[in-house]
């Protein structure tokens, strides 16, 4: 049987970094099945603002994009809930 190694770096910056925001996206996507509106939107900003940073740490411009984007998107539907022009 072939063994698995995994390429990510473990027990660094990153490796922190990147549970701590998994674990973050994952308490949103629990408050968004609930739903628990807006608190949803600021647990999925830090998740993927966390994951933006494990992307600058890796230089991973896909995990930079994605993430960066998403937290934009979160941030302006956070900002949806406190002003009614948007």
Do not use: C, Q
């Not at 996206?25 to 939107?41: C, E, F, Y």
């Not at 494990?54 to 998403?70: E, K, S, T």
Request: avoid cysteine; charge should be positive.
């Amino acid at each position: 049987m072939t063994e698995y190694k995994s390429v990510t770096p473990t027990y660094d910056l990153s490796w922190y970094v990147k549970w701590t925001a998994s674990l973050i996206a994952i308490m949103g996507m629990i408050l968004t099945a609930v739903p628990i509106v807006p608190l949803n939107l600021y647990f999925h900003l830090v998740g993927a603002f966390g994951w933006g940073i494990v992307g600058l740490l890796w230089h991973d411009r896909a995990l930079i994009v994605i993430n960066f984007v998403a937290a934009a998107i979160f941030a302006v539907g956070i900002l949806k809930n406190y002003v009614s022009i948007l």
